[in-house]
């Protein structure tokens, strides 16, 4: 009995400690829940205001930053990753906070990071990164001095799509600031992983895998070389029949961004057999694709007529004409130097811009856009369809573009390039032209520097053509002449001899000012003769 009673109180006591340590256990993990839970609230509350851009100056205030940072190394994956995301945010609003991750010691974090966990703190880390590299030259430079550029090439390598988006990406915002930091990314070994990443199935990865290879390739030969032997054109070239607008936004991108530095880059694009697929996309329902399709179609024309002469062969300048007369604004200005660009070449290929009605649009966007540099471009290309030969000149003239281009060149309010440009056109044009009936209004209206042009083309055309001289006087321009005031032994003064030199002396003074009221003093002083 007694050693039974010994029993139920060991049992008893036995019962109550574990139940106290249970309960003990509990409490003390119940604290570390509540603290995980108070961490994952934090950077999820955290993640969810850097959205709305009134929170960002409150947040970095309070501090965000510094409280943040720990975060990224917390032992739970989701507060990590929310973390990074909400550094992301931040950092992606303005470059002071992007400097402020830099300052705080975060990016060796990341990248870290990078090598190390999972692919959804991956992509984070990633964007983090990538919004610090996006603000300046500075900032990126950071980013690279971190050791970035070699995990985020080995993140290309990732299985997971999203992983390799995040990465091209964050290359992409390093690689466009400037030509060292594009050879840094160049030198992390990531084109040829960029190039396989536009071969992938998903286009959002397409689509960030040649933004960035065109951000490489735009700063020098050297890069776009890179990129080219890579292998990045055939792929690139395939892709422009792509129905979707923003990866066909990119590839035309990347492939101009070939194409513009060397007579050879733009050769291999042409290799591709990209005419005349690509001209179909100068109508496409995307302003983007509109008009980066006809910057690449401008960045191959510029480069020698052969090239300018195959894009004509394959139907690309009555396209561009077409694209340019459904266009307005900035969208029409790579048409407009396209068709510069071509007609600058040669006689014939000027001839296959004016014949396919090219003057008529050119005219038309001189006439109707506000913007001084379209002005300036369309002023630049009709100068360059005109200046040739007498036909040339004549085609541009009857389009009534010489009045517009003085007006361009006499607005107070015109940019000094829309006067440069403007100014140039008009002389190119004029020193060509014969066709006397599109001249005789600058008579009128053209300063002296102008009107020595004009007159010198009235001075070629009238001792040899009756009919005009009898035209000349008929339409005032005769007159005209008697009243401009040119320097004695002046290039003017001579052109105006000679065009004097084609009339009788007494037709001459007729139209000379105050020859009327010479003739009303004579009347005064003429004493009349009386007869009986």
Known sequence: AVVSTQSGHYG??????????????????????????????????????????????????????????????????????????????????????????VKGDILPQLVYSLAEQNRFYKKAAAFVLRAVAKHSPPLAQAVVDSGALDALAICLEEFDPGVKEAAAWALGYIARHNGELAQSVVDSGAVPLLVLCIQE????????????????????????????????IAHLAHLTLNP???????????????????????????????????????????????????TLIREIAKHTPELAQLIVNAGGVAAVIDYVGDSVGNVRLPGIMMLGYVAAHSENLAMAVIVSKGVVQLAIALQEEQEDHIQAAAAWALGQAGRHTPEHAKAVAQANVLPTLLQCYLRAGSSEDLQTKAKKALK?????????????PLLHDAPPNILKHVVAQFSKVLPHDAKARRLFVTSGGLKKVQEIKAEPGSALMEYINIINGCYPEEIVRYYSPGYSERLLERIDNHMPIMTN
Not at 204 to 227: C, F, N
Not at 259 to 272: D, I, P, Q, T, Y
Not at 281 to 290: A, H, I, M
């Open 201 to 232: 199935p998903e286009l959002s990865l397409k689509r960030i895998a040649a933004s960035a290879l065109s951000d490489i390739s735009k700063h020098s030969p050297e890069l776009a070389q890179t990129v080219v032997d890579a292998g990045a």
């Open 12 to 101: 008893r006591d036995t019962n109550y400690i574990l139940r106290y340590f249970n309960m003990t256990t509990r409490q003390i993990l119940n604290v570390f829940e509540q603290y995980q839970k108070a961490r994952t609230a934090f950077v999820q509350a955290v993640a969810d205001l850097s959205t709305r851009p009134q929170n960002i100056e409150t947040l970095q205030n309070a501090g965000v930053m510094s409280l943040l940072r720990p975060l990224l190394l917390d032992i739970v994956p989701s507060v990590q990753q929310t973390a990074a995301l909400a550094l992301g945010r931040l950092a992606n609003y303005s470059d002071d906070l992007a400097e402020a991750v």
């Open 244 to 294: 979707d607008a923003k990866l066909k936004r990119q590839v035309f991108s990347a492939l101009s961004q070939i194409s513009k530095h060397s007579v050879e880059l733009a050769e291999m694009v042409v290799e591709a057999e990209i005419f005349p697929n690509i001209l179909t996309c100068l109508k496409d329902s995307d302003e983007y694709v509109k008009k980066n399709c006809a």
């Open 428 to 440: 190119n044009i004029l020193q060509k032209c014969v066709h006397l009936p599109a001249l005789e």
